[in-house]
């Protein structure tokens, strides 16, 4: 870019002088290993749980109901309140540590809150790779959760201030797509662990360790992102590391901004009381919602039991480890294709046609095993056992390409600056707290529901859907400070929650519009003799 320091880019948005730094590169790399982080932890538990030798350790009732002919439902075979706790305890404890994330993030900066993640991520791994008991074991996940709440909090605030504008919405889905690596990393280990007698568990538990290492190592190799250090006072500091970052020495106008935008920040006194305002409802109500329907897709029962609802419709205990290694990669592959795609053909069209294609999948895998699945006996054919898969992956890969990245994507580009991080916070608790209550209850919905359940999360598809049609607006390419008059201003039914936006600001254009209006006509009657300064 000419040597300016600002230049517009082609979505409209200001962009500032930066070359693409080995610094920036490795940085991305290194943070986004807490993406990598969460995903293993969510792919992993299911496998683990499908494992006898796990079974038997810690939840023997359940493992004694897996090899019991004569049960009466085969779908409640792993009904059980402290199987669900394993899963999602994780879920809750992140929930909780979100809360505090937001202030060490503020207050101690994105890399410390990092290493602070990184710092539970490891001593969750060695709880749970050791452990001798229930407690441990829950004890270690709830670690790990806390480990999620800090990173999830500031892995992508870090992300997106250490990034130049243009590749900055990439970097966002960059995120999503290591949370799919992750998922798929512990498919694959858990389908090579459970060939290991004994303590291939304790193996999958164990192998978490690599990502947190490599978080743990990064927090301590990378700097903090100037927006951090300018916003603790420390604005030498800033400057020098957004020289070294852009990798050009002229960062005067970024610098001011970010000084400005901080300076603006902290007058914000009560962001939380500020998202409660009438205009600034429309983005909230559509975060608050996206993350619901996101959990409510039924996504999370095939991340973390995709192996154990295999097993209970009738596949061996390694077809089904396999199988969800498959609906992993199909995660990892369409998450692609949603980063090559959502600018093109925007979010709205991406979520109306998931929502169609998770519709028919559910219904169709619904419809299958209610006529296929006995109560007592495990007769799915191979040829639809086949089938069931090929619907699972349709309806994962939908989600990738949608619900997946967009949840998040979504809210994090229509909160105006003054809410932003606010909005984040509530984003991710709402996404945890409905995390946790699908990783608590699915087993047990299961085992009530039977083949309904599928029927269950079709219904919420189709809800979401119309939720879509109606009031998701389009943000494609619409630059972040212009939503309000570009998006929610012609929004039919939005435009009416901005009626209280800026009055002091839109009064005070609309009356030097009119004077301005008025000169004209005053000096067309009067020729040049007179003249009118509106600035006087
Ligand atoms: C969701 C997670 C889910 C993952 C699956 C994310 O967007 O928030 O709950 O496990 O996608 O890829």
């Not at 499908?50 to 009904?79: A, I, R």
């Not at 889905?173 to 992750?182: A, K, P, R, S």
């Not at 089938?387 to 349709?394: A, K, P």
Request: net charge positive; aromatic share 12%.
């Amino acid at each position: 870019m000419a040597g300016g320091g600002l230049a517009t880019s082609a979505a409209g948005e200001k962009e500032f002088e930066a070359k693409i730094t080995p610094i920036v590169i490795i940085s991305c790399i290194m943070a986004a290993t807490g993406g990598l982080m969460f995903g293993y932890d969510v792919g992993v538990s299911g496998g683990v749980t499908s494992m006898d030798d796990f079974l038997k350790k810690f939840f023997p009732s359940v493992y004694e109901k897996t090899q019991d002919p004569g049960l009466n439902s085969n779908y409640c075979k792993y009904d059980d309140q402290g199987l669900q706790l394993f899963t999602s305890s994780l879920y809750l404890a992140g929930l909780t540590a979100t809360f505090f994330a937001s202030y060490t993030t503020r207050k101690l900066g994105r890399r410390l809150t990092m290493l602070i993640a990184g710092f539970f991520f490891i001593v969750g791994v060695v709880l749970n790779a050791s452990a001798q008991d229930l407690v441990m074991l829950i004890l270690g996940r709830i670690l790990l959760g806390c480990g999620v709440g800090f990173a999830n909090q500031a892995v992508p605030v870090f992300l997106s201030e250490i990034a130049p504008t243009r590749i900055r919405g990439g970097l966002n889905i960059l995120f999503q797509l290591n949370v799919t690596l992750g998922i798929l990393f512990a498919n694959l280990i858990n389908y090579g662990t459970s060939k290991i007698k004994g303590w291939g568990w304790r193996l999958s538990l164990g192998l978490a360790g690599v990502p947190a290492g490599l978080l743990t190592v990064g927090a301590l190799l990378v700097v903090d992102t100037p927006n951090s250090l300018i916003e603790r006072g420390r604005l030498d500091e800033g400057k020098a590391v957004l020289k070294r970052i852009r990798g050009v020495e002229n960062v005067e106008p970024e610098f001011m901004e970010l000084v400005e935008a901080s300076r603006i920040a902290k007058e914000v006194k009560h962001p939380f009381r500020n998202l409660l305002m009438r205009r600034n409802r429309p983005p909230l109500v559509i975060a608050v919602a996206l993350q619901i329907f996101q959990q409510f897709t039924g996504i999370n029962a095939i991340m973390f039991y995709a192996p154990v609802l295999f097993d209970t419709v009738g596949f061996g205990s390694d077809a089904a480890l396999y199988s969800a290694v498959i609906t992993g990669a199909v995660n990892v592959a369409s998450t692609v294709v949603s980063i090559y795609s959502v600018d093109k053909l925007g979010r709205r069209m991406l979520l109306l046609e998931a929502g169609i294609q998770m519709f028919l999948s559910q219904t169709i895998v619904a419809i299958i095993l209610g006529v296929k699945v006995k109560d007592h006996s495990n007769n799915l054919g191979h040829g639809y056992a086949i089938f069931v898969v090929v619907l699972v992956c349709t309806f994962v890969s939908a989600f990738a390409w949608s619900w997946g990245p967009l949840g998040w994507l979504i809210p994090s580009e229509t909160f105006p600056l003054e809410t932003r991080s606010a909005g984040q916070s509530v984003t991710v608790c709402i996404n945890l707290l409905f995390t946790f209550v699908i990783a608590q209850a699915f087993l047990s919905m299961l085992c009530h529901f039977k083949f309904g359940i599928f029927l269950f999360f079709s219904s919420w598809v189709l809800v979401m859907s119309v939720f879509v049609l109606f009031l998701v607006p389009e943000t494609k390419n619409v630059p972040i400070e212009e939503m309000k008059e570009r998006v929610w201003n012609k929004h039919w039914f939005w435009k009416r929650f901005m009626d209280d936006y800026d009055h002091t600001v839109n009064d005070e254009k609309n009356y030097r519009e009119a004077i301005s209006q008025f000169i004209k006509k005053l000096t067309n009657k009067c020729g040049m003799n007179c003249s009118f300064n509106l600035d006087c």
